[in-house]
């Protein structure tokens, strides 16, 4: 059986409206077949994203008083509602052919990879179908928002590795009064650095869709 490849990087911090403009470069490119499946791992500045239906009512305060603070406000293509993003939360971009997969199950594999990884800390984390993302307990800790166009993805998933989790106060995450958000960090008590985390997670993630990890946008000579 053919194992197809995910190329994967690090590209450090990167503004939302620059890495939305590369997925649309890179999943045309994908549509096309001329590159293979890719994830992007990233962090943004301050920014709070809303889905494409809606998103504008989870937010505690205008528009403008948020831009003003510092905290920039993009209306994305991405489903689900109101998203923080900021440093120190490890955002992933996944560019994927789904093939004869149904995105309910991609989503759900890629929760199970950090289900797995959180396991290795300890902590008991799940799978919420009703309300999609990765809970410990009460509170997310990683949360996903696609989109689907030709069988190709865009978008995917962020995860709290030492966010400042104040700034959720902005919002109502992803629009749910009666639950909280939570990191990696406040859950371990560890020290952790995002750069420690982004290889293991990119390979387990890999490993959760069945492909073959490579660091790098596009796969290595010969694979």
């Given at each position: ?15 939302y ?5 590369k997925q ?17 791992l ?60 149904k ?11 950090f ?9 008991d ?13 009460n509170n ?36 749910l ?15 952790i ?9 990119a ?10 990890p ?10």
């Amino acid at each position: 059986m053919t194992t197809h490849p995910l190329a994967w990087d690090n590209l450090g911090v990167v503004p939302y409206e620059e890495a939305w403009t590369k997925q649309k470069s890179l999943r045309a490119q994908r549509i096309e077949g001329k590159i293979p499946d890719t994830m992007l791992l990233l962090q943004h500045p301050p920014t709070i994203t809303l889905g494409r239906l809606r998103g504008e009512k989870s937010l505690r305060k205008p528009i403008e008083t948020l831009e003003t603070e510092g905290v920039h406000v993009v209306r994305s293509d991405r489903g689900g509602d109101a998203t923080l993003h900021a440093p120190q939360q490890l955002v992933g971009y996944l560019i994927v052919h789904l093939r004869d997969r149904k995105l309910p199950q991609f989503v759900e594999a890629i929760a199970g990879a950090f289900c797995t990884y959180f396991s290795s800390f300890g902590l008991d984390a799940y799978y919420d179908h009703k309300y999609p993302g990765v809970w410990i307990g009460n509170n997310k800790i990683v949360a996903f928002g696609f989109h689907l166009h030709q069988n190709v993805t865009m978008h995917g998933f962020a995860c709290n590795i030492d966010t400042d989790l104040s700034l959720f106060d902005l919002i109502i995450p992803c629009g749910l009064n009666d639950k909280g958000v939570t990191s990696l960090v406040k859950e371990t008590q560890k020290d952790i650095a995002i750069e420690d985390v982004v290889t293991p997670i990119a390979v387990s993630i890999a490993d959760a869709l069945g492909q073959r990890p490579h660091r790098g946008l596009t796969p290595a000579e010969g694979s």
